[in-house]
Nanobody, 122 residues
């Protein structure tokens, strides 16, 4: 079991930036890690994955605005968000799984953080 702790959520104006962090209790070297976000009444949306080798994959809605990275020395997974829009408002969760594949499907992940709230006002 991997313990994940997110931080960095805040309230910002549209156009602003935030960096979310997700600290893992184990080495991230061999993990697939993902960021999801959720708003009430909607399905949990996967927005980015980062493979064990650092390769990332983004959904179209965040491409060019969000950047994900990981620090395998500190076991932290980052999500740098810029040009934030009101529609980015959500609870953001990091998730992790073992293996070489990183699907953007919530049910494929068995390790989740508690979430961190991002609110973007217009």
């Amino acid at each position: 079991q991997v313990q994940l702790v997110e931080s960095g959520g805040d309230s910002v104006q549209a156009g602003g930036s935030l960096r979310l962090s997700c600290r893992a209790s184990v080495s991230t070297t061999e993990l697939c890690m993902a960021w999801f976000r959720h708003t009430p009444g909607n399905e949990r949306e996967g927005i980015v994955t980062i493979r064990y080798d650092g390769r990332t994959s983004y959904v179209d809605s965040v491409k060019g605005r969000f950047t994900s990275s990981k620090d395998n020395h500190e076991n932290i997974f980052y999500l740098q968000m810029s040009s934030l829009k009101p529609e980015d408002t959500a609870m953001y969760y990091c998730a992790a799984r073992g293996g070489r594949t990183c699907p953007l499907v919530p049910d494929e992940y068995d390790n989740w953080g508690q979430g961190t709230q991002v609110t973007v006002s217009s």
